[in-house]
């Protein structure tokens, strides 16, 4: 029976905007082109765009060889998972579309995979050349056409990068694995410690090689953004995870504090004595334990500037990661410790939880505690348009699968504004809402220190010291977020799942990750509204992909 290779791509400008797709139909065996589609479709979103690529290339496969088997590679993870199966079609756009695709070809004759954009090139410039005939009041024309000729050109020059699963290892650590080793590109798409997106930089459209107003695809956290993504720091092993990451499953740890204050997101103290500072960093050396907090005047980050007071941060016996047995701690279990940087098994696609704080309550400009004990504030003015921003961002992309919030109205509000966009459900989580602060809830930091000056004290020295009034210390935080982790890991393995929470627990789960003492999370900042994201492997490493994106809101 003769196979067939269909690539199809499509795009809007402005998604919803000017869009257009192209398709192309291939030898498998000579790479030879058989034929092309192409065809601007007028106002569109580029989900839609890439539906109706899919279709004109099954159709132009079905009329060159109707009983062929064909074989679709499309850059699109919302396409290709949906008609695999794999993912559901809410959005009314998509079903008519999705079902038409369905019915070219009989069942079983389409089998769908995914490709880096790079790799998608003939398809895609098909696409832009639809949007610019377009834009001149006319349709794309075949004899006009040179895609076909630079895609080839492309694909002979180029060394097809590691595939897989949506969601996989991504191949921008293989592509530091091969750097570091000098090997052969094709090592493998599961590394265990995964590489994420590199310069922790939102994924943007400069990834993809279109026109520079074309709107950006749905490859959020994938590895063909990863591909693209420069190294930040310059170094492929610390950016790679080789500094030893850390399981998730199963560890002994002592949970540090959140180090965070309130709504703001500004950093709390982990010393009972705070220094205010003119300047926005900590004086040079570190303190010793329980003298060197100092108070960042413009920003409200009181970020810890000596060692913690904690056992576990610095002695010899916690020097190593969370979990893993030391010479002075003896294991807590006989189960190995994760194995560390790239030379693990596949370990498949991770749970990748892409970390939304809600958007901005009354209280936040304000800088209050707020927390799960207080009014439960809802989104403001401001709040409500940020969490639009941030629905329109991601439904641009399209790959978050599930959505899971935690229970207090200002995630709530922020999860239902994403949810609306991308045609999802959802599901509440206790574990996810903020931590207690008892009586200090709706007060300044300012205000606590005059009324309850002991009880701060005790706070801001232990982990373990509650607030005034019953609430959550950050040890019990901790223990709680790192239960929720651990349960929603293990539900949603190997799917994209946005959880909309708050400043600690975001903190919380980005610390265990890493498996940094607690002293490191005085050194993160959370904005509204802002975006982070980890990936939890089934060896229990853990990747941090992302920290306090804001693009979305400039």
């Not at 056409?145 to 921008?172: E, H, K, V, W, Y």
């Not at 907090?293 to 056992?311: D, E, I, N, Y």
Request: aromatic share 4%.
């Amino acid at each position: 029976m003769r196979e067939l290779v269909v690539e199809a791509d499509g795009g809007s400008r402005g998604n919803p905007g000017p869009a257009g797709y192209g398709a192309v139909v291939l030898d498998p065996a000579t790479g030879e082109t058989l034929a092309e589609a192409a065809e601007y479709i007028g106002v569109a979103t580029n989900n839609v765009a890439e539906y109706k690529g899919l279709v004109a290339g099954l159709k132009v496969a079905r009329e060159l060889f109707p009983d062929a088997l064909v074989h679709v590679r499309m850059d699109s993870k919302l396409v290709v998972e949906q008609m695999s199966g794999r993912w559901k079609i809410k959005h009314p756009d998509m079903k008519p579309l999705a079902a038409e695709a369905g019915r070219v070809f009989p069942a079983g004759r389409v089998r769908y995979e995914w490709i880096p954009r790079e790799r998608n090139k003939h398809a895609d410039r098909l696409a832009n050349e639809a949007m610019d005939a377009g834009k001149r009041g006319r349709q794309w024309e075949p004899s006009a056409s040179t895609a076909g000729l630079d895609a080839s050109a492309a694909r002979n020059a180029a060394t097809p990068p590691p595939s897989g699963a949506p969601g996989d290892a991504t191949a921008g650590a293989a592509r530091a694995r091969a750097a570091l080793t000098g090997k052969a590109e094709g090592l493998g798409t599961g590394t265990g410690g995964g590489l994420g997106t590199g310069s922790g930089a939102w994924p943007t459209a400069a990834a993809r090689p279109t026109a520079p107003d074309a709107a950006p695809d749905d490859g959020l956290f994938a590895a063909e953004e990863a591909v693209a993504t420069t190294v930040a720091s310059g170094d492929f092993e610390a950016e790679a995870g080789v500094l030893a990451p850390t399981g998730h499953a199963a560890r002994a740890e002592t949970p540090g504090a959140s180090a965070r204050t309130a709504e703001t997101g500004a950093a709390a103290p982990a010393q009972a004595a705070a220094t205010p500072t003119a300047g926005g960093a900590p004086t040079a050396g570190a303190a010793p334990a329980q003298a060197g907090a100092h108070l960042v005047q413009g920003g409200a980050a009181l970020v810890q500037g000596g060692a913690p007071a904690q056992a576990g941060a610095a002695a010899p016996a916690q020097a190593g990661p969370a979990g893993t047995p030391t010479a002075a701690a003896p294991p807590a279990q006989s189960a190995p410790a994760p194995r560390q940087g790239w030379t693990g098994p596949d370990m498949g696609a991770p749970a990748t939880f892409v970390l939304l704080r809600h958007g901005e309550t009354a209280l936040t400009p304000e800088k209050r505690f707020s927390g799960s004990g207080g009014s439960d504030p809802e989104l403001s003015a401001a709040g409500l348009r940020q969490a639009e921003a941030v629905a329109e961002a991601l439904a641009a992309r399209g790959t978050i699968q599930e959505i899971v919030s935690s229970p207090l109205a200002r995630c709530r509000q922020t999860a239902g504004a994403v949810a609306a966009r991308l045609g999802l459900d959802v599901r509440i989580e206790q574990g996810l809402r903020e931590t207690d602060f008892g009586a200090w809830e709706g007060l300044t930091f300012r205000e606590v220190r005059e009324r309850y000056p002991e009880d701060l004290d005790a706070w801001l020295a232990s982990p373990k010291a509650a607030p005034t009034g019953g609430g959550e210390s950050f040890a019990t935080v901790a223990r709680r977020v790192a239960a929720t982790r651990d349960r929603l890991t293990a539900a949603y393995a190997g799917r994209t799942v946005l959880l909309v929470t708050h400043v600690t627990p975001i903190k919380t789960l980005v610390r265990l990750a890493l498996g940094a003492p607690p002293e490191s999370l005085f050194r993160m900042e959370l904005s509204a509204a802002s975006i982070s994201a980890v990936a939890y492997y089934a060896d229990g490493n853990a990747s941090v992909r992302l920290l306090n994106d804001t693009s979305h809101l400039r």
